[in-house]
C-alpha cells in the first residue's frame, strides 16, 4: 500500500461470511473467479493460518523421521525463528533434537548466544560436532543478547544459531525483532522456558520439548498449518543416548557457568 511517496505495508485481513441468499453465494468473490482477489491472496505480506503457499521452502533434514513428517517441509525451517519451550534453560534435549542436523552443516560456524551453562567438549565430539567451528558469546542483559542476536543472525558465515533467552522477559517486540534478523541467517533456534509457552510469539515455529526414556515434542505453532489439537512426537532414542544410561557426559548435571563479559 502506498501513501504518497512512502511505501507502507499493512496486515490485511480477509473474512469469508455465510449467506442464505444462494444469488448472494453466487456471486461472493473467490480466488477461482476473481483474478484479482487471487493476485492479491499470492502476495507475501497476507497470510493464510490454513496455507501452505507462503512457507520457508527450505529446510535442513531434522536427522529424526517422525519429526520431518511433522514438519511442513521436511525439516527444520531455514531463513526463519524457530521456538523451542523446555522445562529447563539447558539440559539434554536441546543437544539430541539438534546433533543431527548441525552434523549436516559442513561450512561456516555454530553459533551459542548466552548460553547457561558450558558446554562439556568432549560430548560435543561423541554427537559428532566440530568444536573448530564452535563459537560461545555471552551477553551480560537483554539489550546486549538482542543486539548480539541481530548482528550474528546478518552475518553470513553463521550457520547455526542457537540462543537462550536471558533472564529477562523477551516482549512480543523482541521477539519480532529476532525473527527479522533470522531472516537473514540459515538455522536460527531460540531456547525458552516452559512457561513461555502462554506467551504470544511471531516465530514461525514452536514446539514444546522434554526428554525422558524418549525425545517427545508437541508442535503447538507452524507457520502455514492451523493446529487444533497437537499431538506428542514421541522420537525413541538408542539405549545408550537414553537418559537412564551411565553417560561420561550430560548437560543436564550441574555444569560451570560462563562469567558475564561487558
Known amino acids: 500500500i502506498n501513501r504518497g511517496s512512502t511505501p507502507i505495508h499493512d496486515t490485511v485481513y480477509l473474512y469469508r461470511l455465510n449467506s442464505t441468499n444462494h444469488s448472494e453465494q453466487m456471486n461472493t468473490p473467490t480466488p477461482s473467479n476473481n483474478p484479482q482477489l487471487q493476485s492479491l491472496l499470492r502476495r507475501g505480506e497476507i497470510w493464510r493460518g490454513d496455507s501452505r503457499r507462503f512457507v520457508t521452502q527450505k529446510s535442513l533434514d531434522s536427522g529424526y523421521g517422525e519429526i520431518n513428517a511433522a514438519l511442513i517441509n521436511g525439516g527444520w525451517p531455514l531463513g526463519a525463528l524457530v521456538e523451542v519451550c523446555q522445562p529447563s534453560l539447558y539440559g539434554y534435549s536441546e543437544w539430541l533434537l539438534l546433533a543431527p542436523a548441525l552434523q549436516q552443516l559442513n561450512s561456516g560456524y555454530m553459533v551459542l548466544l548466552n548460553p547457561?551453562?558450558?558446554?562439556?567438549?568432549?560430548g560435543?565430539?561423541?554427537m559428532g560436532l566440530d568444536l573448530n567451528r564452535l563459537v560461545v558469546v555471552q551477553s551480560n542483559n537483554k539489550a546486549a543478547f538482542?543486539?548480539?542476536?541481530v548482528d550474528l543472525a546478518h552475518t553470513e558465515t553463521c550457520k547455526a544459531l542457537l540462543a537462550w533467552q536471558p533472564n529477562q522477559n523477551l516482549s512480543y517486540t523482541d521477539l519480532r525483532k529476532c525473527l527479522?534478523?533470522?531472516s537473514h541467517s540459515s538455522?536460527?533456534?531460540?531456547?525458552r522456558h516452559s512457561r513461555a509457552r502462554q506467551q504470544s510469539s511471531p516465530a514461525s515455529l514452536?514446539?514444546?520439548?522434554?526428554?525422558?526414556?524418549?525425545?517427545?515434542?508437541e508442535i503447538f505453532k507452524q507457520k502455514g498449518v492451523f493446529i487444533k489439537n497437537s499431538r506428542p512426537i514421541r522420537v525413541p532414542l538408542p539405549e545408550h543416548l537414553r537418559p537412564n544410561q551411565n553417560h561420561t557426559w550430560q548437560p543436564s548435571h550441574p555444569l560451570p557457568h560462563l562469567q558475564e563479559t561487558s
Not at 538455522?187 to 531456547?191: A, G, K, M, N, Y
Open 116 to 122: 547457561p551453562a558450558l558446554p562439556f567438549a568432549q
Open 124 to 126: 560435543l565430539l561423541q
Open 146 to 149: 538482542l543486539k548480539s542476536f
Open 180 to 182: 527479522l534478523a533470522a
Open 187 to 191: 538455522l536460527s533456534v531460540l531456547f
Open 206 to 217: 514452536r514446539l514444546h520439548c522434554q526428554l525422558q526414556q524418549q525425545l517427545e515434542l
